[in-house]
């Protein structure tokens, strides 16, 4: 079955200084999209990055890069520069159809990430 | 341009009342998804459209829960005989359709608190 596991509940990370967060996922599928979503205490979810698995060079959307390894089923999110705007609910998420009829999201329990001054 | 807009934001009933959440999507988006957020978690899928028909509902929960989305532009979910454990917030999603990357762009979500 496919699943998405977060392992960090909560990250500390000092402004200006990279953070990593950790995403491992499985599933059976050959063709598969990942994702990666801001959610702020406001509620929205905000698209930040994309990763298909055919795709052979790790994503990059401004400060955020996905940092692909298919042979571990990871797909880590890394924020550079971070910023006291950053700090917000991170959600890894996959959709087991890529680019296809579906697209349902499955979704890991994320990590809090907090970002001191 | 106009994101995702759910209406009502809030939303607070008793047990055993019937509610009705609506999801308005980005215009042209074809694809529309229904997720459910619980307290500490990431959102769970609900139901799918593409166009009017419901494509994946596998998510419902039970037989409560039903959506509609009768001219392929605002959809509705429907909750009977509601439940404490229903209290969440839903949150909808509308994407392009089928060949494009499959971003999908939410919604303020509603909370529902079922008393």
């Known amino acids: 079955a496919q699943k998405i596991t977060q392992t960090q509940p909560g990250m500390f990370v000092q402004e200006k200084e990279a953070v990593t967060l950790d995403c491992t996922y499985d599933t059976s599928d050959q063709s598969y999209g990942l994702f990666w979503y801001k959610q702020p205490s406001s509620g929205e979810m905000i698209f930040l990055i994309y990763?298909?698995?055919?795709?052979?060079q790790n994503a990059t959307e401004g400060r955020y890069s996905l940092n692909f390894q298919k042979a571990r089923k990871s797909a880590n999110l890394v924020i550079s520069a971070s910023q006291l705007g950053d700090s917000a609910m991170y959600f890894c998420a996959m959709s087991d159809d890529y680019g296809g009829s579906q697209g349902n999201l499955i979704f890991g329990k994320g990590t809090k990430l907090s970002v001191k001054p | 341009g106009a994101g995702v807009s759910q209406t009502p934001s809030n939303k607070v009933t008793e047990k055993g009342k019937y509610v009705e959440l609506r999801c308005d999507p980005i215009?042209?988006?074809?694809?529309l998804y229904w997720y459910r957020q619980s307290l500490g978690q990431g959102p769970e899928f609900l139901i799918y459209f593409q166009g009017t028909g419901a494509a994946d509902d596998s998510g419902l929960p039970n037989d409560r829960f039903f959506a509609v989305r009768p001219e392929g532009s605002v959809s509705t979910l429907k909750i009977q005989r509601t439940e404490r454990g229903d209290s969440a917030v839903y949150l909808c999603?509308?994407?392009?359709?089928?060949?494009?990357?499959?971003?999908?762009?939410f919604g303020p979500g509603t909370r529902l608190t079922v008393l």
């Open positions: 215009s042209g988006h074809t694809a």
């Open positions: 990763q298909g698995s055919y795709d052979e």
């Open positions: 999603a509308s994407s392009l359709g089928i060949g494009f990357v499959a971003e999908q762009f």
